[in-house]
């Protein structure tokens, strides 16, 4: 798949064989369909199906539909529960924010993503973007975590 695809999909976390596979035989190399990656999530309606009338959002589910390609993504994001990686973080904190369905849904649409930009411009994965992502995470929640105590008159100390 490496020698077909210009890039190895297997090297990110929850992408299998089979799921390359998949995506070669649904999309196949050439990506060209795609005027952008916003296109091609909405393609596997993994992207929200905004319904808006006078301004307002009424719905913003994403749409029906049964791709096999979205159904494999959404099961590979589902692997990914237990996973030691940004991918497996972000899918657990969209799992406790948002539920599992909608998790997954987010998680597989991150996949699409992913996958989109490695086979378009012929990248392999790289982790340590994700590594920069994850420190302004924890940078954030540790802002979050001295606002709140101060709010309870506590004061937080580094262990």
Same mark, same amino acid.
Request: proline share 3%; aromatic share 10%.
């Given at each position: ?75 590979? /994001?589902?692997? $990914?529960? #237990?996973?030691?990686?940004? !991918?497996?973080? *972000? ?8 539920? +599992? ?6 998680? /597989?649409?991150? $996949?699409? #993503?992913?996958?989109?930009? !490695?086979?378009? *411009? ?8 994700? +590594? ?11 802002? #979050? ?15």
């Amino acid at each position: 798949m490496h020698r077909i695809l210009g890039t190895d999909l297997t090297l990110i976390d929850g992408i299998s064989d089979l799921t390359a596979h998949i995506f070669f035989t649904e999309v196949g190399p050439d990506l060209s369909w795609f005027k952008n990656v916003c296109h091609f999530c909405s393609w596997l309606n993994l992207s929200p199906n905004n319904k808006i009338s006078g301004g307002k959002i009424l719905s913003s589910q994403t749409g029906p539909g049964s791709n096999r390609l979205a159904n494999t993504l959404r099961l590979s /994001a589902d692997s $990914l529960w #237990r996973g030691n990686s940004y !991918l497996g973080d *972000y899918y657990r904190r969209m799992r406790a924010r948002h539920g +599992a369905p909608k998790a997954i849904t987010a998680t /597989a649409h991150k $996949l699409a #993503r992913i996958i989109f930009h !490695l086979v378009k *411009y012929q990248k392999t994965f790289d982790e340590t973007i994700f +590594a920069e992502l994850e420190k302004a995470h924890q940078k954030h929640m540790k802002k #979050r975590l001295e606002k709140q105590a101060e709010s309870m008159g506590f004061q937080l100390v580094a262990a």
